[in-house]
């Protein structure tokens, strides 16, 4: 994103987003303005996994698909010192099969979003 655009153009650019990757923090925000079915994927440190519980959340709310990248270790014990290398394989692996389903996804949204209105 260009800071230096106007909101409008920020997020009209978001919106033509089919697949966003991000690690995760602030940044993950400008998927507000995505649209139904985008995904959302974020990579996490090691052992940050906990760290997700919002962005999955938000991804509900705004009917994106959320998948998740983080390394080894599942525990909560998060490290976020030095640098997380990324398997890129795995990463794209993940993204072909979300893309594939995005159309089966976004078709699903109003059953989804009745479901949170229940829920809540």
Known sequence: FNF???LYESARMARSIRVFI???G???SNTVFMRPGAILYEITPPGCRILTFF????AEVFNLQHALWSPGDTGDSCIHEG???VNVDEVVSDVINLVKNENRYRSG???RALDLIVKE
């Open 4 to 6: 230096n655009d106007d």
């Open 22 to 24: 991000e690690v995760h």
């Open 26 to 28: 602030v940044g993950l």
């Open 55 to 58: 962005y999955r959340r938000w």
């Open 83 to 85: 640098a997380t290398r």
């Open 109 to 111: 949204y109003l059953s």
